[in-house]
């Protein structure tokens, strides 16, 4: 896949990381050292967020499940939200403007899934975001935060547990989310060789 972004492609990409990167930037303002405290534990927090699994298991099989899996299994409202009907850019423009990253990296893997113009966009999206974060960790740590509350997916049952009732949806929004993680994979090849060869 040709990853060469339009002028106006490229302009936009580079709005959504000036949105992105600005309130870090705010941050980085050394005014008050209890301000800065504030806010590393603030950047801190929300960087941990963004690599936590939805749903871990220890190695004393204890399940752990993360405040925002919680939140989508007990809230019907916030469910709506983050399932709509149909996934679209606006609402991942929003979520980015929010620092609600992770939220728009579930986006991501539905955009994904719509056609081969927004795959492209995916993976150009992914592979910027890969410069800041590991994108191949965030997007696992997403889709396990958010795949199994999808009522495309499945229903939480009158126990309140979740439960598969479309395993196909599941395993093709599984498959976008390791054809992502191709793509991460092989850029990243890519740009050892490019470094190897200097």
């Keep these: 896949m040709p990853i060469k972004p339009t002028l106006f492609q490229r302009t936009n990409i580079f709005v959504l990381m000036l949105i992105f990167l600005a309130p ?8 008050d050292s209890l301000n800065v405290t504030k806010s590393d534990t603030m950047i801190l927090d929300w960087m941990i967020d963004l690599y936590k699994p ?18 989508l299994h007990n809230d019907k409202a916030y469910r709506r939200m983050m399932y709509p009907s149909a996934y679209s850019w606006e609402a991942v423009k929003r979520f980015i403007q929010q620092q609600e ?52 997916v ?36 890519e740009e050892e060789l490019k470094k190897s060869k200097k």
């Design 24 to 31: 870090f930037m705010a941050f980085s303002q050394k005014n």
């Design 101 to 152: 990253l992770k939220k728009a990296f579930w986006f991501f893997i539905n955009l994904y899934l719509i056609d081969d113009k927004n795959k492209e966009l995916v993976v150009k999206f992914v592979l910027m975001y890969d410069k800041l974060f590991d994108m191949e960790k965030v997007l696992t740590s997403t889709f396990s935060t958010y795949s199994l509350t999808d009522p495309e």
């Design 154 to 189: 499945g229903i939480i049952n009158e126990n309140g547990h979740s439960e598969i009732k479309a395993p196909h949806i599941f395993e093709k929004k599984q498959q976008a989310l390791k054809e992502i993680l191709f793509y991460i994979q092989k850029f990243r090849n």
């Design 54 to 71: 939805g749903i871990r298991l220890e190695e004393d099989s204890t399940v752990i499940i993360s405040e925002e899996f919680s939140k």
